[in-house]
């Protein structure tokens, strides 16, 4: 990736799920508990590591990106605070700016519980005081759940905000917020009033 990434400077690499190499029998029996072995070093995660040594040892590289994929959904809940230290050192060493959301819905279903488990994460005081990990405020996951992608790939989010906004789905969605006939979070997910760009307080039953 290193020598991809120097040798094509005007290209854009994207790390489908981080390059973690994941749990069970793709981890090679470490399953969740994605500790080194050898240094029992709980910022070592498998694989996504070396990425982030790369970039350690080679400040000058900036077209490498990390997509989060299926890595966020298993960590976070199995293994939150080896989740705070990845996400704390990709913004420590690649920048908020290169942190991609995914969550391979088409496999997992729905992915609104992965979206609202970003919304509330905190990375721990006490990581933030000993490895100088950024917070993860709520301009930096507008950044991750999509600002990002958007610039990558030429969006105009305010165009397209537009364009939603009229959209069948939207209309639909709208009807259904303040219905209480046909309103269900259980079925819907959760609304968020307010600024779209910093939710505030969730509506539901």
């Known amino acids: 990736m290193k020598k991809a990434a120097k040798d094509w400077p005007d290209l854009d690499f994207i790390a489908y799920h981080s ?3 994941g749990s069970g029998w793709l981890a090679k029996g470490t399953g969740i508990k994605v500790v080194d072995p050898q240094t029992k070093d709980p910022q070592e995660i498998p694989w996504i590591s070396e990425i982030l040594r790369i970039l350690k040892r080679n400040p000058g590289i900036k077209n490498i990106y990390f997509e ?7 960590l976070s809940s199995y293994a939150p605070r080896t989740c705070m230290h990845m996400l704390g050192q990709m913004i420590q060493l690649a920048g908020a700016d290169h942190v991609l959301w995914g969550t391979d819905s088409i496999w997992n279903g729905s992915p609104q519980s992965q979206i609202e488990l ?9 990581l933030v005081d000993r490895h100088g990990y950024s917070q993860l405020t709520d301009a930096v996951k507008n950044q991750i759940l999509g600002l990002n992608a958007a610039k990558l790939f030429g969006i105009d989010v305010e165009a397209q905000r ?3 906004k009229t959209d069948k789905l939207s209309l639909l969605r709208e009807g259904r917020r303040y219905d209480p006939m046909t309103r269900s979070n259980m079925q819907y997910g959760w609304v968020w009033v307010g600024d779209e760009n910093a939710p505030t307080t969730p509506v539901g039953a």
């Open 19 to 21: 390059g973690f190499r």
């Open 118 to 126: 970003m919304r509330r994460l905190k990375i721990a005081d006490d």
């Open 162 to 164: 537009k364009a939603i």
């Open 68 to 74: 989060l994929g299926s890595t966020f959904n298993i």
